[in-house]
């Protein structure tokens, strides 16, 4: 897949809206998470970590962490597509954008709504953008990247990679907590209900299902 790909078909602008109103609902989603100050989801305890170390915003600490996992696949040989190269601006400057106007909040009957509304818009993001098929996301490639190279399960490097992302990331004084596991427990449910959802037609059959499956259906795969 290269940038310029899927640039085409009389689905475009439909693909298009949902590629980029995912990547900033993804951003949006995050940054509720940060805000419930319960945990955030296992990248996010990493760009979280390093914003408290660099004086940086999370969100710009998003924008350099995923144009230094792109990097990484060059020597493994991932292609980049629209959806790749967006995911590393949009979602940290929606993230620095919704941080900007949603104030900390305090006491958990204000806490608890904000997770569950982080993790749920989090899923609808997520089917959103992966269902425009305009590629995967800077972390999914590098998962799924690894696994071609290795041999190994698309689960078990991704399992390892969120480990030590989550592991690297609490050290740093990231926020790990109920909102981390809770994420865990439902990301992948609701983004495989959503992916469904928001399935564009294929181009020749009229059918409503993903053309071909993606490196996140994989990973998210039941």
Do not use: C
């Not at 995923?66 to 991932?78: E, K, N």
């Not at 050290?171 to 865990?184: D, E, F, I, R, W």
């Amino acid at each position: 897949m290269s940038i310029a790909s899927g640039l085409h078909g009389r689905h475009l602008t439909r693909r298009l809206v949902q590629l980029y109103a995912g990547l900033t609902l993804y951003g949006v989603s995050s940054a509720l998470l940060v805000r419930s100050g319960l945990g955030l989801e296992p990248w996010g305890v990493l760009h979280q970590g390093l914003a408290e170390k660099s004086g940086l915003t999370i969100g710009v600490v998003s924008i350099i962490v995923g144009a230094l996992v792109l990097l990484l696949w060059i020597p493994i040989r991932q292609r980049p597509g629209l959806g790749t190269v967006s995911n590393v601006f949009v979602i940290g400057l929606a993230m620095d954008g919704t941080l900007a106007l949603v104030p900390d909040s305090h006491g958990l009957a204000v806490r608890v709504p904000l997770l569950a509304a982080g993790i749920v818009l989090n899923g609808v993001a997520t089917g959103l953008y992966i269902a425009a098929r305009f590629g995967p996301g800077p972390r999914d490639g590098l998962m799924t990247g690894l696994h071609r190279l290795t041999g190994r399960s698309i689960r078990l490097v991704r399992t390892a990679i969120e480990i030590a992302v989550v592991a690297t990331g609490f050290l740093l004084g990231g926020s790990v907590g109920v909102g981390t596991v809770l994420y865990a427990l439902a990301i992948g449910p609701l983004a495989q209900f959503f992916l469904r959802w928001f399935a564009v037609p294929e181009p020749d059959s009229g059918s409503t299902a993903v053309a071909t499956e993606t490196p996140k259906q994989a990973i998210l795969r039941p």
